[in-house]
């Protein structure tokens, strides 16, 4: 099976999970992934701020250190 079917079949199944949880409510469904989205969004987006402020903080270290 090529890995474009494979992922195609991994998606179907992840729909019919989501909706399923939803007791088939397509409304609910999106509801529930734009939310989740929304979450993984805030998550990125402190992590990047994490990342920024280290960078930071490592570039003052070698400045400091030279």
């Avoid at 939803?22 to 993984?40: F, K, M, Q, T």
């Avoid at 969004?41 to 930071?56: G, N, P």
């Amino acid at each position: 099976m090529a890995a474009s079917k494979r992922a195609a079949d991994n998606y179907e199944m992840l729909v019919e999970e989501t909706i399923a949880s939803c007791d088939g409510n397509l409304r609910s469904a999106v509801r529930a992934l734009l939310i989740a989205n929304e979450h993984l969004e805030a998550e990125v987006s402190q992590l990047r701020d994490f990342a920024r402020a280290s960078a930071r903080l490592d570039g003052a270290r070698q400045n400091y250190l030279h």
